[in-house]
């Protein structure tokens, strides 16, 4: 009884990094209409989009 509680909710490890994006509303709706425009579902413009932002570091 005397254990510190366990936090939940705080997942350890590579999980960690798992985060789910706040996308403000307006650019949500611009990657809608680019994936629409490109011919792609959402998911794939989305990680292209990811792609694109991590190699511009």
């Known amino acids: ?3 510190p509680s366990k936090k939940r909710g705080r ?3 590579p999980e960690k990094i798992k985060k789910t994006i706040r996308w403000p509303p307006e650019l949500w709706a ?3 209409a680019a994936a629409v425009e ?3 579902n ?3 413009k ?3 989009l990811v792609r694109d932002g991590l190699e511009q570091r």
């Open 1 to 3: 009884m005397d254990q």
């Open 11 to 13: 997942p350890k490890g």
């Open 30 to 32: 611009e990657i809608k």
């Open 38 to 40: 490109d011919d792609q």
């Open 42 to 44: 959402i998911t794939e």
């Open 46 to 48: 989305l990680e292209e």
